[in-house]
């Protein structure tokens, strides 16, 4: 009897500065092997509208969606 493997999920918020500055590619870059480090792989990276630093504002960042199995 073969077993469906079960995923766990993780979403991390990417932003650089309330300023709007660009994304910094070797920061995303570090912080993406940081989780494959502990077993996380890319699932998908979405572009959003972020809750800044400080103020109700929001930044432009991204979600970083991790998907590992379970166990």
Do not use: C, Q
């Not at 570090?30 to 509208?49: F, Q, V, Y």
């Not at 400080?54 to 590992?68: D, K, N, S």
Request: hydrophobic share 40%; net charge neutral; charged share 30%.
């Amino acid at each position: 009897m073969s077993t469906v493997p079960t995923y766990e999920y993780k979403v991390v918020t990417f932003r650089e500065s309330l300023v709007g500055d660009a994304l910094d590619s070797g920061k995303l870059e570090k912080l993406l092997n940081k989780h494959a480090e502990d077993g996380w792989a890319l699932k998908a990276i979405t572009s959003a509208d972020v809750k800044g630093r400080i103020g109700p504002g929001a930044v432009e960042g991204l979600l970083i969606t991790f998907e590992r199995p379970r166990g």
